[in-house]
Nanobody, 126 residues
Framework: QVQLVESGGGLVQAGGSLRLSCAFS????????MAWFRQAAGKEREFVTG????????KYAESVKGRFTISRDNAKNTMSLQMNSLKPEDTAVYYC???????????????????WGQGTQVTVSS
């Protein structure tokens, strides 16, 4: 089993920044590729960014490239998402996810991820 707990969401004005964290635990969690997804009201959950086990490879959705940065520290069992230049369209519930079956490949579809956190709300006001 892998447990994931997000923190760091909140309300911010457009152009501002937020940093989300995901604490993970479980026997295989450090060996999993991980990702951030988000789900806005009335919309499907969408891939935001992902990172391989060692952190040497990352992938970003086009909508967040150049603004968001994903990182992880396996020694501390944490993954982070630095979000800069936030826009109202970034408003959503953000989820961290772990893909226990893959270490070096980042999948972009939600159904490939076995473990999910409870989500944290990010609201960007205009």
């Amino acid at each position: 089993q892998v447990q994931l707990v997000e923190s760091g969401g909140g309300l911010v004005q457009a152009g501002g920044s937020l940093r989300l964290s995901c604490a993970f635990s479980g026997r295989t969690s450090s060996y999993s590729a991980m990702a951030w997804f988000r789900q806005a009201a009335g919309k499907e959950r969408e891939f935001v960014t992902g990172i391989t086990w060692g952190g040497d490879s990352t992938k970003y959705a086009e909508s967040v490239k150049g603004r968001f940065t994903i990182s992880r520290d396996n020694a501390k069992n944490t993954m982070s998402l630095q979000m800069n230049s936030l826009k109202p369209e970034d408003t959503a519930v953000y989820y961290c996810a772990a893909d226990r079956r893959r270490t070096f490949v980042i999948m972009t579809t939600a159904n490939e991820y076995e473990y999910w956190g409870q989500g944290t709300q990010v609201t960007v006001s205009s």
